[in-house]
C-alpha cells in the first residue's frame, strides 16, 4: 500500500527551489495532508487559497491520502526522515497512540492558546483531544455526524412504510418491519459496508448511549486511560446488551445480501441507483446523495435499546492536524493550523466547500445556511435533543475502531457471540491501560 497518495500543488513555487522547501525569492512552501474525498479535498484546497492569500510568503502543497492509509502506514511517513509539515493523526486509531508514545508530534499548546480552543470546542471534545500526558498534539478541524440511516423516499412510499416521526426509528421491531416491506417490493433492506473496517462498529456508537446510563457512558468513553477509574466493564449489561442488539440484526437479515464482503462505496452507489431502501452513513454524504437522488433521501437514527432512551445523532470531532517533529517549518504549519481555526476559515473551507460542520462552539448560525438542507435538519435536530460522541472515534483504535470491528465482523460470520467478544474488548482495555 502506497503510503502517500497523488499530490496536488495549489501554486508553483518558483525557480531554484532549495531541498527545504524555500525557494530564491524567500517564499516557503509547506506540505499539508489531507484524507481523499471530494468533500475534504475541497475543504482544504479552499483553506489553502484562503491562507495563502493572507500569507503570500508562504504556498501549500496538498498531499492526498487514503483512508486505509491514514489508520496505518501514515504513522511511518510523520515520523520518518522527510514528513509533511501539517499531517493528517486520526486520534482513534493506533498510529496516534504510537506517534504520541514516541514523541514524533509536536505539542501545540501555543496553537491551543493562541485560538481559545479549550474553550471553543467544549469540555467533550476538549478531552477527547488530550493525550494521556496532559498534552495537545492534534487540532481538529472539522465535526461530522455518522451512523445515520439514509433512506430512500419512493421506495418507502412504494412498499407503504411510514416514515418515522422525528427522525426516529422507534424499535428494532419497526426496523425489522420495515425491511420485510421492502423485500416485499423485491429491494434490499440496510446497506453495510461490512468490510469497510469502521461501519459495523459505527452502529454500536450509536446504540451504546441508548443501552448504558450516562455514567456509564462517560466511563466507557474515558477508562481506556491509566489515570481513570474503570467503573463500568465491557462485559458488563450496558455493553453487551448494545452488541447483542447488532446480532440481532444480523439475525433478522435487515441488512443487504454479501454485506460482510461489501465496501461502503458500493453500499453508495446501491442506494442511490435505488437497489436498497435505507444506508448506513454520515453527514458528509448528504449533499452527494442530493446531487443524484434529488428531494429523493431523507434521514433517521437507529432504534434504541432501551425502549424508555431517546436516540440521539452520534457526532465525531473530526480527524486531528498535527506537526510531527521531523517538520521543517513548524512555525509556518502553526501560522497555517491557526489559520484555519478563524471564524472565516471555518465557515468558507469547512462549512461552504466542504460541506462538514466546525468543531467549535461558537460560529454564528448564518455559516450554516451554506449546509445541505438535510446536514440543516441534523443540527437542529442536536440542538433540540443534543448529541453523542460515539465510543469507537473517542477510544484509541487498539481498543475501540481497530480492535473492536473485526470482532464484530466476526459475529456476523456468526463465529463468535456477543458476550465472547465483549470478553476480549474486557482484556484488551486491561492492555490499552498499561501502555499510557
Not at 8 to 17: E, H, V
Not at 32 to 54: I, T
Not at 129 to 153: E, F, Q
Amino acid at each position: 500500500m502506497a503510503a502517500v497518495g497523488v499530490t496536488l500543488a495549489l501554486a508553483a513555487t518558483g525557480c531554484g527551489n532549495s531541498s527545504d522547501g524555500q525557494s530564491a525569492d524567500g517564499q516557503t512552501t509547506i506540505t499539508v495532508q489531507q484524507q481523499a474525498g471530494d468533500n475534504n479535498v475541497a475543504m482544504m484546497k479552499s483553506a489553502a487559497k484562503l491562507f495563502e492569500a493572507a500569507n503570500p510568503q508562504v504556498k501549500v502543497k496538498i498531499q492526498i491520502i487514503t483512508v486505509q492509509t491514514k489508520n496505518t502506514t501514515n504513522a511511518n511517513v510523520l515520523s520518518g526522515s522527510n514528513p509533511p509539515d501539517v499531517g493528517v493523526v486520526p486520534t482513534n486509531s493506533a498510529a496516534y497512540g504510537q506517534l504520541v508514545k514516541s514523541r514524533k508530534l509536536l505539542p501545540l499548546e501555543d496553537v491551543w492558546a493562541s485560538s481559545d480552543l479549550k474553550s471553543r470546542y467544549g469540555g467533550a471534545i476538549a478531552s477527547a483531544l488530550t493525550a494521556p500526558d496532559g498534552k495537545h498534539y492534534v487540532v481538529s478541524i472539522d465535526s461530522v455526524y455518522y451512523s445515520l440511516v439514509y433512506y430512500n423516499k419512493e421506495l418507502f412510499k412504494k412498499a407503504g412504510i411510514t416514515v418515522p416521526a422525528d427522525h426516529r426509528i422507534e424499535s428494532a421491531d419497526q426496523l425489522y418491519s420495515m425491511v420485510k416491506a421492502l423485500k416485499k417490493t423485491g429491494k434490499q433492506g440496510l446497506g453495510l459496508g461490512g468490510k469497510s473496517g469502521y461501519a459495523a462498529s459505527w452502529m454500536l456508537d450509536a446504540l451504546l448511549p441508548t443501552s448504558a446510563s450516562a455514567d456509564q457512558l462517560k466511563n466507557y468513553l474515558s477508562s481506556w486511560q491509566s489515570s481513570a477509574p474503570e467503573s463500568s466493564k465491557y462485559t458488563d449489561p450496558a455493553f453487551v446488551d448494545a452488541v447483542s442488539q447488532l446480532n440481532d440484526y444480523r439475525k433478522h437479515g435487515i441488512y443487504q445480501d454479501g454485506f460482510l464482503g461489501a465496501d461502503t462505496p458500493a453500499v453508495e452507489a446501491a442506494f442511490q441507483n435505488g437497489r436498497l431502501g435505507m444506508a448506513i452513513d454520515g453527514s458528509w454524504q448528504a449533499a452527494v446523495f442530493r446531487k443524484v437522488m434529488k428531494s429523493n433521501v431523507g434521514w433517521l437514527l437507529l432504534p434504541p435499546v432501551n425502549g424508555s432512551a431517546k436516540t440521539q445523532v452520534t457526532a465525531y470531532a473530526g480527524d486531528g492536524l498535527g506537526i510531527p517533529v521531523g517538520a521543517k517549518h513548524q512555525a509556518a504549519a502553526k501560522k497555517f493550523l491557526e489559520f484555519f481555526m478563524t471564524e472565516k476559515n471555518l465557515a468558507q473551507s469547512v462549512i461552504k466547500a466542504g460541506g462538514n460542520l466546525a468543531p467549535v462552539n461558537d460560529m454564528p448560525d448564518s455559516a450554516h445556511a451554506q449546509l445541505d438542507p438535510l446536514v440543516q435538519e441534523m443540527l437542529a435536530d442536536v440542538k433540540a435533543n443534543g448529541a453523542q460522541s460515539g465510543w469507537t472515534s473517542t477510544v484509541p483504535g487498539t481498543l475501540g475502531q481497530g480492535f473492536f470491528d473485526p470482532l464484530i465482523q466476526s459475529m456476523y460470520a456468526g463465529q463468535a457471540t456477543p458476550a465472547a467478544i465483549c470478553a476480549k474488548l474486557e482484556a484488551q482495555l486491561a492492555e490499552t491501560r498499561s501502555g499510557n
